[in-house]
């Protein structure tokens, strides 16, 4: 049974995330040919806040970018 974690930053809407589900399931199943019905996806959603690039948070290079 495939699992797949995808990991995000918040902020996307409920749609974008339904067809990100749809679509990593299709391809899931034709590349390993499985049945859809074995395959999970889990969507984790992260704050800018608790993820980090370089040193630093996505929210203060975000509010660094504004300035």
């Known amino acids: 049974m495939p ?3 995808i990991n995000l930053l918040e902020g996307r809407s409920a749609e974008k995330k339904e ?3 749809y679509e990593i399931t299709q391809t899931t199943a034709h590349v390993l040919e499985v049945p859809i019905e074995t395959i999970r996806v889990m969507i984790n959603e992260m704050p800018p806040e608790h ?3 370089a040193g630093e948070s996505v929210k203060k290079r975000q ?3 504004r300035e």
């Open 51 to 53: 993820w980090g690039i």
């Open 19 to 21: 067809t990100l589900i």
């Open 63 to 65: 509010s660094n970018k």
């Open 3 to 5: 699992f797949i974690q």
